[in-house]
């Protein structure tokens, strides 16, 4: 078979090689490292991985591009699973507050925060959120990441607003080399009409917007911001259970701020994901473990809301709970879209190996999306996205922090990025 493009002399070839779930506990040891590695692909998928030279019946001609890995740390293509990518406006006003200890929760719960991000998604045209949306995919792929969820969320009770940024990310997914998988989530805070009687919220969310979101087939999962003040634990359930009916997995932001037993709600209802986890309780670690909930944490939102607490990382490995990492980015609690900073905080402050953090934004990652027999490891049959980065080894990475150590970008087979 014909090779379209090579990469050669890899000095780190990590392939994350093995079963197309997600790793944990033992399996997290064997991240699938390949000295002096050799990558075939065919077009977009991989057709030979190992060490050395091709075998004879993988044909380079002049037409097969060809990189070169010395002195490289070749890696799958980064998933960041948990964004809130297309939204209007940004948030920095809140920094003053933020300096001044206002919580996170207080700020939404005057109107601001989120509220605030409503307002600028509503105002924003689709050309002006797709622009903005597509500006910051652009960065995520200079960081090295080919693959995406984004969520809505900045519409709430407008759902004119909701679809849009559903409408606007699956565009972006057309148009962009990153892939963008779309999770609903209307249920993201009480519109202001609705304080004081949040369930016909909840009762609108279920009979009209989770319908027709599957009706035009805008999203794959369902997410809902079960919190202190926001949706409840009922509330939540109740809405999960309603996007299944209609084929969307659930996921849910669960135990952020306050323990309110979103871990257990999400092992209750086998949740592909909880996510953030911050607060969540030893029993609701150990059901996610037994139900096989991925624990999808986010470190820089533990860093921006500057409260000290980061989810207890180290526990749900030794539990055995499945680990992904993402950045949540979005405009009020995780402004960045710089996953290889998150990786280092992974790693520098929730105590995460090296081998757990690779894992946490491949394998694990593309599991959290439902892509884990698609992307997530350089395997034959797998598609061709890889990241190369001009490091040495993968612990250079996630030490020298900060900074963005990609070389190369290979999406779908293609140079997407150099
Ligand atoms: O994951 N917690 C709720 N949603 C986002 C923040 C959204 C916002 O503040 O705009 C999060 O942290
Ligand atoms: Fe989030």
């Given at each position: 078979?014909?090779?379209?493009?090579?990469?050669?002399?890899?000095?780190?070839?990590?392939?994350?090689?093995?079963?197309?779930?997600?790793?944990v506990?033992?399996?997290?040891k064997?991240?699938?490292?390949?000295k002096?590695?050799i990558?075939?692909?065919?077009?977009?998928?991989?057709?030979?991985?190992?060490?050395?030279?091709?075998?004879?019946?993988?044909?380079?001609?002049?037409?097969?591009?060809?990189?070169?890995?010395?002195?490289?740390?070749?890696?799958?293509?980064?998933v960041?699973s948990?964004?809130?990518?297309?939204?209007?406006?940004?948030?920095?006003?809140?920094?003053?507050?933020?300096?001044?200890?206002?919580p996170?929760?207080?700020?939404?719960?005057?109107?601001?925060?989120i509220h605030?991000?409503?307002k600028?998604?509503?105002?924003?045209t689709?050309?002006?959120?797709?622009?903005?949306?597509k500006?910051?995919?652009?960065?995520?792929?200079?960081?090295?990441?080919t693959?995406?969820?984004a969520?809505?969320?900045?519409?709430?009770?407008?759902?004119?607003?909701?679809?849009?940024?559903?409408?606007v990310?699956?565009k972006?997914?057309?148009?962009?080399h990153?892939?963008?998988?779309?999770?609903f989530?209307?249920?993201h805070?009480?519109p202001?009409?609705?304080?004081?009687?949040?369930?016909d919220?909840?009762?609108?969310?279920?009979?009209?917007?989770?319908?027709?979101?599957?009706?035009?087939?805008?999203?794959?999962?369902?997410?809902?911001f079960?919190?202190?003040?926001v949706?409840?634990?009922?509330?939540?359930?109740?809405?999960?259970?309603?996007?299944?009916?209609?084929?969307?997995e659930?996921?849910?932001?669960?135990?952020e701020?306050?323990?309110?037993?979103?871990a257990?709600?999400?092992a209750?209802?086998g949740?592909?994901?909880?996510?953030?986890l911050?607060a969540?309780?030893?029993?609701?670690?150990?059901?996610?473990a037994?139900?096989?909930?991925?624990?999808?944490?986010?470190?820089?939102?533990s860093?921006?809301?500057?409260?000290?607490?980061?989810?207890?990382?180290?526990k749900?490995?030794?539990?055995?709970?499945?680990?992904?990492?993402?950045?949540?980015?979005?405009?009020?609690?995780?402004?960045?879209?710089?996953?290889?900073?998150?990786?280092?905080?992974?790693?520098?402050?929730?105590?995460?190996?090296?081998?757990?953090?690779?894992?946490?934004?491949?394998?694990?990652?593309?599991?959290?999306l439902?892509?884990?027999?698609?992307?997530?490891?350089?395997?034959?049959?797998?598609?061709?996205?890889?990241?190369?980065?001009?490091s040495?080894?993968?612990?250079?990475?996630?030490?020298?922090?900060?900074?963005?150590?990609?070389?190369?970008?290979?999406?779908?087979?293609?140079?997407?990025?150099?």
């Amino acid at each position: 078979m014909k090779a379209t493009l090579v990469i050669k002399n890899v000095d780190n070839l990590i392939t994350l090689k093995g079963e197309n779930k997600p790793r944990v506990k033992e399996s997290l040891k064997d991240i699938g490292i390949i000295k002096n590695g050799i990558i075939a692909l065919n077009g977009e998928k991989i057709i030979y991985v190992g060490e050395g030279e091709l075998p004879s019946d993988i044909i380079v001609d002049e037409d097969t591009i060809i990189l070169n890995g010395i002195g490289k740390t070749v890696t799958p293509g980064l998933v960041d699973s948990h964004t809130h990518l297309v939204h209007g406006g940004s948030r920095e006003n809140e920094l003053a507050m933020k300096l001044k200890g206002v919580p996170y929760l207080d700020i939404l719960a005057a109107g601001g925060g989120i509220h605030s991000t409503v307002k600028s998604t509503k105002e924003a045209t689709f050309e002006e959120l797709y622009n903005q949306a597509k500006k910051s995919l652009d960065t995520m792929l200079k960081f090295g990441v080919t693959t995406i969820e984004a969520k809505s969320g900045y519409g709430i009770d407008d759902f004119d607003t909701e679809l849009k940024q559903l409408e606007v990310a699956n565009k972006l997914n057309e148009d962009h080399h990153v892939d963008i998988v779309s999770t609903f989530m209307g249920a993201h805070a009480v519109p202001k009409d609705y304080r004081d009687n949040p369930d016909d919220f909840v009762d609108i969310i279920i009979k009209d917007m989770i319908p027709e979101v599957a009706r035009r087939k805008l999203a794959k999962f369902c997410d809902v911001f079960c919190e202190e003040g926001v949706f409840t634990i009922d509330q939540s359930r109740k809405i999960l259970l309603a996007a299944r009916e209609y084929g969307m997995e659930p996921k849910l932001h669960a135990d952020e701020i306050e323990p309110l037993g979103g871990a257990e709600l999400s092992a209750e209802i086998g949740c592909i994901t909880a996510d953030h986890l911050i607060a969540a309780s030893d029993i609701g670690i150990e059901q996610m473990a037994k139900s096989g909930v991925i624990a999808n944490l986010l470190p820089g939102t533990s860093f921006n809301l500057q409260t000290g607490k980061f989810a207890r990382a180290r526990k749900m490995v030794e539990a055995g709970v499945p680990i992904a990492l993402s950045t949540d980015y979005n405009p009020g609690s995780c402004p960045t879209e710089n996953l290889q900073l998150i990786m280092s905080f992974g790693s520098l402050i929730m105590k995460l190996t090296p081998e757990e953090v690779i894992t946490a934004v491949t394998i694990n990652g593309a599991a959290a999306l439902g892509l884990e027999r698609e992307v997530g490891s350089l395997e034959i049959g797998k598609r061709g996205d890889i990241v190369m980065f001009d490091s040495p080894n993968l612990e250079y990475i996630i030490y020298h922090f900060g900074v963005n150590h990609v070389d190369t970008v290979v999406k779908k087979g293609k140079i997407a990025y150099k």
